[in-house]
């Protein structure tokens, strides 16, 4: 196994990793779900075999370079939608632990190209993971009115998404939208909230919308639980509300229906240590189910 230098800041790595492989008495098998530059997968390794799975070519690829493929490790290039026949593709069924780390990258937001933050306004409204399907800019070109509002109000509240939306519609009335100086224009109607840009939410909601990530967590993760052995753990680590929100009433309905139970009845967050040496983990909830 090649370790290279630390590149990404992997949070909550010693939590996951530690009630994933605590019950286990030999070598384990487990998939990490979002795979990204390896971070987990890596710890993982030293306690059994792990299935790698990523959306992003370019995550693949770095953490490539980071694990040498072998018998203990494979890589697959998907979308965790297709947990289970990814998994039953690779043969790993009935396995220890399955572990989410949500949202996107350090990487992706530091990419002067793919439009996932405010740096580069001269960037395309792009912020799709994987390169495939409809861009931010042909969302924001194309739907209706009625869909926009529903798209940025999962995050933003109602009353901000309509200003926003009617914002899109005179801009591209006038000329389509298509950079992220284009898209933060729009946004400069917005009541800014606490520390945070006025656009933030926005571009948080657009890129959910994008990436389908809502759909995804919902679709992957009574998948995960079925890959599961007993006595398999699932761990979750969610940015924001509304994915931890679905998380939250996913393994409450687990319990409620004798499938699996809950290991921590409040969330697990980083420490003040972490959060001070990377600021990224002090929005990371991190929750754990045990397969029955």
């Known amino acids: 196994m090649v370790i290279q230098t630390k590149i990404h800041e992997t949070v909550l790595l010693n939590e996951v990793v530690q009630v994933l492989v605590a019950y286990l008495k030999y070598q384990g098998r487990f998939i990490d779900a979002t795979l990204g530059t390896g971070g987990h997968t890596l710890e993982l390794l030293k306690h059994g075999s792990v299935l790698g799975i990523d959306q992003d070519p370019e995550m693949i690829e770095i953490a490539r370079k980071r694990v040498t493929e072998s018998n203990e490790f494979k ?62 800019a042909d969302l924001l070109n194309s739907l209706r009115r009625d869909h926009l509002v529903d798209l940025f109000q999962q995050v933003m509240g109602k009353k901000q998404a309509v200003i926003v939306v009617e914002k899109v519609l005179a801009k591209r009335k006038i000329d389509p939208i298509r950079t992220v100086g284009d898209f933060l224009e729009t946004c400069g109607v917005l009541q800014a909230k606490k520390n945070l840009n006025p656009a933030t939410l926005a571009f948080l909601a657009l890129r959910i919308a994008v990436n389908s990530e809502i759909d995804n967590l919902r679709e992957s993760l009574p998948q995960a639980l079925s890959l599961l052995k007993k006595g398999g753990r699932l761990g979750v680590i969610s940015f924001h509300s509304l994915e931890d929100r679905i998380v939250k009433s996913f393994f409450r309905e687990m319990e409620a229906t004798h499938l699996a139970k809950v290991l921590y009845k409040k969330v697990l967050t980083a420490s003040a240590e972490e959060t001070y040496e990377n600021p990224k983990a002090r929005s990371a909830h991190l929750r754990f189910l045990e397969k029955i």
């Open 75 to 136: 890589f697959v290039c998907g979308n965790f939608k297709d947990l289970r026949k990814i998994a039953l593709n690779s043969n790993f069924d009935q396995v220890d632990g399955v572990v989410f780390d949500l949202g996107v990258s350090n990487l992706h937001f530091a990419s002067l190209t793919r439009g996932f933050s405010f740096v580069n306004k001269k960037a395309a409204l792009d912020m799709r993971i994987s390169n495939r399907g409809l861009t931010a």
